[in-house]
T-cell receptor, first 108, second 113 residues
Framework: KNEVEQSPQNLTAQEGEFITINCSYS?????LHWLQQHPGGGIVSLFM???GKKKHGRLIATINIQEKHSSLHITASHPRDSAVYIC??????????FGTGTRLQVFP | NAGVTQTPKFQVLKTGQSMTLQCAQD?????MYWYRQDPGMGLRLIYY???????DKGEVPNGYNVSRLNKREFSLRLESAAPSQTSVYFC????????????FGSGTRLTVV
């Protein structure tokens, strides 16, 4: 069983919709990462957070340490947001544990 | 900045052949990692190096060896490729701090036939 669970696995949206992707983990962490992987395969780091909320453009990431849960929100979604979004957690080690990803498709 | 550079981008091997995947970073990071990505699974750590001259096994090290040649370079070697090693391989680098992000290479798609 993966220690990092993401939901949903697949998500389809119409352009302009508000999107939420969820990530749950099992034990205390030092940091949580949200990553984006485009169809071409490259992985880009979107956010790293250990508490609270971060915002970058139309992307918002939140984390609730007590509930061991994080969400990634996309406002006013656009077809170019279509990608796989990956949650990864860092415990008190030098390594990341990855979720299996959420595949998002945004249609015009 | 180039960030993390991986070569090659694509490779097809026959079972039993050997090859080395190259990775170099220009961000002066101490930590470097090799991951494999398979359908339906999260990225899994093969080997990592916390600093120049040190390497440690990750979750799935069998069938692989690594070399941390210097601070910039971290190579992954398949001595005798097997079909089970067909995967997409990613190199990454970071610092060993909980508040530090990771930078990933563009990946190597390896097929073993």
């Amino acid at each position: 069983k993966n220690e990092v669970e993401q939901s949903p696995q697949n998500l389809t949206a119409q352009e302009g919709e508000f999107i939420t992707i969820n990530c749950s983990y099992s034990v205390g962490i030092s940091a949580l990462h949200w990553l984006q992987q485009h169809p071409g395969g490259g992985i880009v780091s979107l956010f790293m957070l250990s508490s609270g909320k971060k915002k970058h453009g139309r992307l918002i990431a939140t984390i609730n340490i007590q509930e061991k849960h994080s969400s990634l929100h996309i406002t006013a979604s656009h077809p170019r947001d279509s990608a796989v979004y990956i949650c990864a957690v860092r415990y008190n080690t030098d390594k990341l544990i990855f979720g299996t990803g959420t595949r998002l498709q945004v249609f015009p | 900045n180039a960030g993390v550079t991986q070569t090659p981008k694509f490779q097809v091997l026959k079972t039993g052949q050997s090859m080395t995947l190259q990775c170099a970073q220009d961000m002066n990071h101490n930590s470097m990692y090799w991951y494999r990505q398979d359908p339906g699974m999260g990225l899994r750590l093969i080997y990592y190096s916390a600093s120049e001259g040190t390497t440690d096994k990750g979750e799935v090290p069998n069938g692989y060896n690594v070399s941390r040649l210097n601070k910039r370079e971290f190579s992954l070697r398949l001595e005798s490729a097997a079909p089970s090693q067909t995967s997409v391989y990613f190199c990454a680098s970071s610092e060993a701090r909980h508040d530090y992000g990771y930078t990933f290479g563009s990946g190597t798609r390896l097929t073993v036939v």
